[in-house]
């Protein structure tokens, strides 16, 4: 079994998907930005936090157009497994692999702390290890995580169970005050109609181990190695 962490200039999350991904058996490996194909046999592509070339433009624009993405497209159109966690998740806004954009924090600075988050579905392979309610612990950092979709977009999406995480309280109450950033309906996390591709504003990789502060995102990572070993 293979994985991907596809690596920007300006990636600094890459090394600890890396590690979450190797401590759920998932045989990681690094994918340069600037490569025309994913390796034979890989399962799973990570598109890991960070500053993907200095977020000049809009945050993700310039590395939704890089070389490797013409191929995760076509990966993640085959039905492939990706996963991109903070400027992953605005990479795949940008490359159309999920509907919607991030914006701007509604308070115009960046937030970096605990956030708890309500799974909203768990029928995807990324979400299958929690139950449909449980509200569990991830860290944000980011100034763009703002979720924005229309409302034709988000009806669509609400009804297609396409809202993956839901920003809450720590009894899973879906308020304003609990969102970080003024998402839309307090979004943190969506999927495409398919349900093989998820992307989300919080870091699961960095509560994957308790000597970092939690382990509530291991459990997303065991769920992978899971799915893909079956």
Not at 125 to 142: D, E, I, K, M
Not at 144 to 153: I, K, R
Request: aromatic share 8%.
């Amino acid at each position: 079994m293979k994985s991907a962490v596809i690596v920007f200039p300006g990636s600094n999350c890459d090394r600890d998907a890396f590690g979450a991904l190797e401590a759920a058996g998932l045989t990681p490996g690094y994918v340069w930005h600037a490569d025309g194909a994913l390796p034979e046999g890989v399962r799973l592509v990570v598109l890991p936090g960070g500053f993907s070339f200095g977020d000049y433009l809009r945050c993700g624009a310039m590395a939704a157009r890089a070389p490797i993405m013409q191929d995760v497209i076509r990966f993640a159109n085959k039905g492939g497994y990706v996963l991109g966690i903070c400027n992953g998740f605005q990479i795949l806004t940008e490359s159309g692999l999920l509907p919607g954009t991030l914006m701007r924090n509604a308070h115009l600075k960046f937030t970096c702390k605990e956030t708890t988050l309500k799974v909203e579905a768990s029928d995807s392979v990324f979400l299958g290890g929690y139950r449909q309610g449980q509200v569990v612990n991830f860290p944000v950092a980011h100034a763009e995580g703002n979720y924005f979709a229309d409302e034709a977009t988000l009806k669509q999406m609400e009804e297609a169970g396409q809202v993956a995480l839901r920003y809450a309280t720590p009894e899973g109450a879906v308020t304003p005050e609990a969102s970080p950033n003024g998402a839309r309906h307090n979004i943190a996390g969506i999927t495409n109609a398919k349900k093989n591709v998820l992307g989300l504003m919080p870091h699961p990789e960095r509560h994957a181990d308790a000597a970092t502060g939690g382990t509530d995102g291991a459990v997303m990572f065991k769920a992978l190695f899971e799915r893909l070993a079956a």
